[in-house]
């Protein structure tokens, strides 16, 4: 898969065009697992659709096994399954049905020894013959995913495929999409949960107001940020200069220290200032840590 200087303009009313994508080039070689992260708004939806032939793009081309998007469409969208964000169905028709139906779009007769396989992978079975306004958000997602896997396509995209779904399905899903990888098959995933992408990324590329911040193995990003980190828990306010630097989820806070010794300065300012902590521990850095850094560290663009 390749991406070679695109660009992506949304004209607005009363307003200049808002640059969705500038200059976006990357490859994803075949069989690798490869994230798309991003804020919200740093156009990774808007990369799928141009990827998916939904939307063209303002310049630039794309290449899917070999086939740019626009002028060899069919083969290329052959060669993708792809998993939307939202749920999109349509109610009548059953679950087995919407496969048949999907299978049937790439002229697919035969197709019932894999649709079962889909369903058995993905813990649908007992849902075959249920109307998909029958099911809840999460099985309805199983199926949006069986549906992208239908025609056995080379290269899976997945647009936040776990966004709002619980743990059971999550592991489910993973579980089946490595074993994909693992037979060959190119994934694509964009994501808001850093840690499913540290587990499973080869390489990550980090989007940030339509531009490539950062492209590298999951493995360099995060020994670029090899800082060792102090996580405690407390229900006092931190000193402004340490609030700063710090990454607080509900009790919990986060924070950086540059070398070894580093955490002792922070204990001693934390003593200082009066902030009663438990739980601590010691930890290295995630990616989340290289992300927020990366965000923080580029400045907001003109035009945007
Ligand atoms: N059809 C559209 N018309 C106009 N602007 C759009 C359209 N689609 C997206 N945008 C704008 O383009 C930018 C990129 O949006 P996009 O949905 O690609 O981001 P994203 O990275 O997928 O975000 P999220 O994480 O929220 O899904 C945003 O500023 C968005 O408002």
Partial sequence: MRFEGVEKRYARQGAAPLQA??????????????GLLGPNGAGKTTLISLLAGLARASAGRIEVMGHEVVS???AARRALGIVP??????????????????????????????????????????????????LSGGMKRRVLVAQALVHRPPVIVLDEPTAGVDVELRQTLWAFISRLNRAGHTVLLTTHYLEEAEALCHRIAMLKQGRVVALDRTAALLAGAAHPVLRFKTDDALPAA???QARVTGRTVQLPAREVHGIETLLASLRQAGVRIEDLEIGRADLEDVFLGLMAAQAPEAGR
């Avoid at 994508?21 to 490869?34: A, R």
């Avoid at 139906?101 to 849902?127: T, V």
């Fill in 85 to 134: 964000q939202e749920l999109v169905f349509d109610p009548f028709f059953s679950v087995r049905e919407t496969l048949r139906i999907q299978s049937g779009y790439f002229g697919l007769r035969r197709n019932e020894a894999w649709i079962d396989e889909l369903l058995e992978a993905l813990g649908l079975a007992d849902k075959a013959g249920a109307n998909m306004r029958q």
């Fill in 242 to 244: 340490l609030a700063a």
């Fill in 72 to 74: 060899d469409y069919a």
């Fill in 21 to 34: 994508l500038q200059g976006v080039s990357f490859d994803i070689q075949p069989g690798e697992f490869f």
